[in-house]
């Protein structure tokens, strides 16, 4: 719990940072429109997703560990994201939409088509190999589709478009842009979070669950179709953002003494933790054009992801 | 007086519709050849998804009660020791009570000596100390039927011992355990002793009798050579399981 309260100290010093109460006042003082601007148009909604999509990836990874009882399990990296993203590609261009929630709904989609396809491969209880290569596989492969439809795009502009949106950003959302990924995020988390306890006992098997009155198959469909929404919603709006998923959870058991269920709640505090702390670094890094946010996230990300993966072998050497 | 009735069980392929009525407390083997269908019969009396027939404990039916009745009727221990996450042994205990009884789960880590281990994450424990925790966790929510696979695999001779007291104590405070087992000298400890093969049972007899049951022989294909004393069986008699 003073962990918890820890971390929550850091996010509200996090926000402060992104969110500079004083010079906001003073720029609103000398011109309220400029204020309204600074605040309503360009920090608010950038710091409101990157809070919604961190704890959304934080979540979701959490959730999806705990179904497939498997540490390296997460958005990214079972191709959630990535199906997302080409679900929201082929939302945008080939079908013209252009309401933020129908996007939503399509990057949902395709994450929901990309965790089928990798039940379908590997199974829900697949060794953890298993389940990377597979997860690699429908992510290169919707990976490649999705740089197909941009190139075939009836828009000359797709790929252009779509350098800063796939590669994960915040910046430039509209309010309508930020609720219609979060709103969706946001109600998929709390039925997630609901789950804790059931998906605490799913660590000892899924037999053992069912004789304790469990549906294991009903618990991990409904987990797999929320976690898709949570993060495919966020994807249509900020793009894929890598290894915060991965990591988050990793953090997050620290905390819920290895629970994977009870470990959603401080994964999302760490997610949006991770993301609004990423955001900040890339505003704050001087270049002279902005580097994604998502870019920031792999670049820190693979390390972490190599040190998990050496401790796993290790402790199945061991 | 604990009584398990199950009707029309059955997995799949692999176990057929079959009844088993238990009316005492008492301590149940399970024996078979592998792939037989022990751990199908097993987890068919648990519950697990997709199994067929009804079960029956002190006369409630398993599927039709809520959860938190549901742990105090029956618990199963797989034979798969694997837990990823790495959870304190004592919270793995009270994993799934709605309360936690921390003086049951305080004598259950004495009883199965975890004390030292309480606090440490089980997965990485060895093979034979997960057992002991996962045996612990069969027995913490004092369920009337324990369903145990395979739960002496794994343990050092100490262990074995110390698990069939275990048990025995048990049965005294009135519950039903149907545990499976490979080491036929176990035997001689159970008052019953279900053989189960081709995915049915086949006998089904006090364990003395089993043992010197002419079908038992011709289907583990393997005969008595002396006290405790196996050898395998002449290869013309394979075919002659039933």
């Known amino acids: 719990m003073k962990k918890i309260i820890a971390l929550a100290a850091i996010l509200a010093v996090a926000l402060h940072l992104a969110l500079p109460w004083h010079s906001l006042r003073a720029a609103w003082d000398i011109d309220p429109d400029l204020g309204r601007l600074l605040l309503l148009e360009l920090r608010l909604p950038r710091v409101l997703l990157a809070l919604g999509y961190g704890a959304a990836l934080g979540v979701a990874g959490a959730a999806l560990q705990a179904v497939f009882a498997n540490p390296l399990a997460s958005p990214d990296i079972s191709g959630a994201s990535t199906g997302a993203a080409l679900g929201a590609v082929l939302g945008g261009y080939w079908l013209g939409l252009t309401q933020p929630l129908a996007l939503a709904a399509c990057g949902a989609a395709g994450a929901l088509a990309a965790l089928a396809l990798l039940i379908v491969l590997a199974g ?25 439809a941009l190139a075939l795009a009836p828009s000359p502009f797709a790929f252009y478009d779509s350098f800063d949106w796939l590669m994960g950003s915040f910046v430039d959302r509209s309010f309508g842009q930020v609720a219609a990924a979060l709103l969706p995020a946001t109600v998929a988390v709390l039925l997630l979070l609901r789950r804790a306890s059931a998906l605490d006992l799913f660590a000892l098997g899924e037999d053992v669950a069912a004789s304790s009155g469990l549906r294991p198959r009903k618990l991990s469909l409904e987990v797999i179709a929320l976690s898709a929404v949570a993060v495919g919603a966020c994807v249509a709006v900020a793009g894929a953002i890598g290894f915060v998923g991965l990591i988050a959870p990793v953090l997050a058991r620290k905390l819920s003494r290895g629970h994977p269920g009870r470990a959603m709640a401080p994964a999302a505090i760490i997610g949006a933790l991770l993301l609004v702390c990423a955001d900040l670094i890339v505003r704050a890094v001087p270049l002279d054009r902005p580097i994604p946010v998502g870019v920031l996230t792999a670049l820190l990300g693979t390390p972490l992801f190599i040190w998990l993966v050496v401790g796993m072998r290790r402790s199945m050497t061991a | 007086m604990t009584s398990l009735v199950a009707r029309g069980l059955a997995l799949a392929t692999r176990l057929h519709p079959t009844d088993l009525v238990i009316s005492d407390p008492s301590l149940v083997a399970l024996v078979g050849p592998n792939g037989g269908g022990k751990t199908s019969l097993l987890r068919s009396i648990a519950r697990v998804e997709n199994a067929a027939g009804n079960v029956f404990v002190d006369g409630e039916c398993v599927d039709g009660t809520p959860p938190a009745r549901r742990r105090r009727l029956l618990s199963f221990m797989p034979a798969s020791r694997d837990i990823t996450w790495p959870i304190p042994v004592r919270d793995l205990l009270g994993l799934g009570a709605d309360a936690e009884d921390p003086s049951r789960i305080e004598a259950l880590l004495h ?91 086949q006998l089904d007899k006090a364990p003395a009798e089993l043992l010197s049951d002419e079908r038992f022989e011709n289907i583990f294909r393997i005969t008595l050579a002396g006290a405790d004393e196996w050898t395998v069986k002449q290869p013309a008699d394979q075919r002659s399981l039933r």
């Open chain 2, 111 to 201: 009883t199965l000596e975890l004390d030292l281990l309480a606090d440490r994450p089980v997965n990485q424990l060895s093979t034979g100390e997960r057992a002991r925790v996962l045996m612990a966790r069969a027995m913490a929510s004092h369920p009337k039927l324990i369903l145990l696979d395979e739960p002496l695999s794994n343990l050092d001779p100490y262990w074995v011992i110390r698990f069939l007291e275990i048990f025995r104590q048990a049965v005294h405070a009135g519950k039903i355990l149907i545990v499976s087992v490979h080491d036929l000298s176990q035997l001689r400890h159970f008052d019953r002793a279900i053989l189960v093969a081709d995915g049915a049972v």
């Open chain 1, 124 to 148: 829900r209880r697949a060794e953890p190999a298993t389940l990377l290569l597979a997860g690699l596989a429908i992510s290169l492969a919707a990976g490649a589709v999705t740089s197909l």
